[in-house]
T-cell receptor, first 118, second 111 residues
Framework: NAGVTQTPKFRVLKTGQSMTLLCAQD?????MYWYRQDPGMGLRLIHY???????AKGEVPDGYNVSRLKKQNFLLGLESAAPSQTSVYFC?????????????????FGPGTRLTVL | RKEVEQDPGPFNVPEGATVAFNCTYS??????FFWYRQDCRKEPKLLMS???SGNEDGRFTAQLNRASQYISLLIRDSKLSDSATYLC????????????FGAGTQVVVTP
């Protein structure tokens, strides 16, 4: 099993450009998450999904959109990149249980995408 | 105020020594607690869960103090490979598995 994979690993964008980050997991996990990590700050949740076809906003959703058309994939989009979105982006998944709010399983993380917006 | 606060360190520890550090959380409804480990420029990985009665995993001991709202991690007989950033992680009820991460405590084990 590959676990959680992310593409691309690195990317440099110019202000105003758009891009999509892809997260894929082969563990049949229900829940998936997108985080950003900035120096001196903990991981902050951008958006998350508790099942195929469902998404919800996290702590810092502005400027990002997501889609979960297939259970194994969770896409993060930047429609118009800004320098403030320069960060390391991590995707994570956890088994979860559909329709169960209290489901604290280990989160498995992808290797991250390092994004620079000039 | 951050929901999860940690001393960023670095804690410089001689090989073989013991190091301990705490993390405080602000939400009294927090139900689950974890320590994750993050190596430089890598993804976080679960180190251990923290149980109310305290728990040990080899050289690592985690404690929870609900009254004072903090958790701690102690590393005994430190190895060079223990050098990493340790993330304090908290989950509340009804959170769909969402976690709150501290910014991390850096530990540097020196020969």
């Amino acid at each position: 099993n590959a676990g959680v994979t992310q593409t691309p690993k690195f990317r440099v964008l110019k202000t105003g450009q758009s891009m999509t980050l892809l997260c894929a997991q082969d563990m049949n996990h229900e829940y998936m998450y997108w985080y950003r990590q900035d120096p001196g700050m903990g991981l902050r949740l951008i958006h998350y999904s508790v099942g195929e076809g469902t998404t919800a906003k996290g702590e810092v959703p502005d400027g990002y959109n997501v889609s979960r058309l297939k259970k194994q994939n969770f896409l993060l989009g930047l429609e118009s990149a800004a320098p403030s979105q320069t960060s390391v982006y991590f995707c994570a998944s956890t088994p979860g249980q559909a329709n169960r709010r209290s489901s604290y399983n280990e989160q498995f993380f992808g290797p991250g995408t390092r994004l620079t917006v000039l | 105020r951050k929901e999860v606060e940690q001393d960023p360190g670095p804690f410089n520890v001689p090989e073989g020594a013991t190091v301990a550090f705490n993390c405080t959380y602000s939400n009294s409804a927090s139900q689950s607690f974890f320590w994750y480990r993050q190596d430089c420029r890598k993804e976080p990985k679960l180190l251990m869960s923290v149980y109310s009665s305290g728990n040990e995993d080899g050289r690592f001991t985690a404690q929870l103090n609900r009254a004072s709202q903090y958790i701690s991690l102690l590393i005994r007989d430190s190895k060079l490979s223990d050098s990493a950033t340790y993330l304090c992680v908290v989950a509340t009820t009804d959170s769909w598995g969402k976690l709150q991460f501290g910014a991390g405590t850096q530990v540097v084990v020196t020969p």
